[in-house]
């Protein structure tokens, strides 16, 4: 079955404590992006990675690390989360590079920053 | 630079009415246009998209939308609507042009069927 997997799906954090939260498709999608979904505020894109360690930043970048070492793994590191960081996290794949902007989710993670 | 609007953040039908969701689109080129539907607890999913051609697009459990380039809308909507159709739903905009990834989503609409 063709999915988007995304781990964990509910954490509860500290400030300060680092944290990964991980991504997956088996679908050998090239386009990869990371979103938060804020009540209000719809979806806001943090990164997105055109194919194997090729990354750029979204809307909303700061205190969110990447990375892309494989075709289906992109994970999204919190370094030192803050409360701000809160909120319900998509993962995303598309094929083509994501031109055609037809994106697969994953069923989302919420992080919760004490 | 794109940017959606959807019109209501909170609509709510009775079972069997008409469903109207609004969404208008700014855009500097051809965009592609899209829906994208969430139900509770889930991720996002295609409903329809309007790339080119045919103005009028089909997408999944009968919605359907028009893409109108001299009102810049794309609204979304069912002729009855089911409970099961209790979800939030998104506009989404794209550049059409060759290079172009990024999609803008709106902030979404909620919308409730009342039984």
């Known amino acids: 079955e063709a999915q988007v997997t995304q781990n964990p799906r509910y954490l509860i954090t500290v400030t300060g404590k680092k944290l990964t939260v991980t991504c997956s498709q088996n679908?050998?999608?090239?386009?990869m992006s990371w979103y938060r979904q804020d009540p209000g505020l719809g979806l806001r894109q943090i990164y997105y990675?055109?194919?194997?360690?090729?990354?750029d930043k979204g809307d909303v970048p700061e205190g969110y690390k990447v990375s892309r070492k494989e075709k289906r793994n992109f994970p999204l590191i919190l370094e030192s989360p803050s409360p701000n960081q809160t909120s319900l996290y998509f993962c995303?794949?598309?094929?083509?590079?994501?031109?055609?902007?037809?994106?697969?989710f994953g069923e989302g993670s919420r992080l919760t920053v004490l | 630079a794109q940017s959606v609007t959807q019109l209501g953040s909170h609509v709510s039908v009775s079972e069997g009415a008409l469903v109207l969701l609004r969404c208008n689109y700014s855009?500097?080129?051809?965009?592609?246009l899209f829906w994208y539907v969430q139900y509770p607890n889930q991720g996002l999913q295609l409903l329809l998209k309007?790339?080119?051609?045919?103005?009028l697009v089909k997408g999944i459990n009968g919605f359907e939308a028009e893409f109108k380039k001299s009102e810049t809308s794309f609204h979304l909507t069912k002729p009855s609507a089911h409970m099961s159709d209790a979800a939030e739903y998104f506009c989404?905009?794209?550049?059409?042009?060759?290079?172009?990834?990024?999609?803008?989503f709106g902030k979404g609409t909620k919308l409730s069927v009342i039984p």
């Open positions: 989404a905009v794209k550049d059409s042009g060759a290079g172009s990834y990024q999609l803008t």
């Open positions: 679908m050998n999608h090239e386009y």
């Open positions: 309007y790339t080119t051609g045919a103005t």
């Open positions: 855009s500097s080129v051809p965009p592609y």
């Open positions: 995303a794949s598309s094929s083509r590079g994501g031109s055609t902007g037809e994106l697969f």
């Open positions: 990675s055109m194919n194997v360690e090729v990354t």
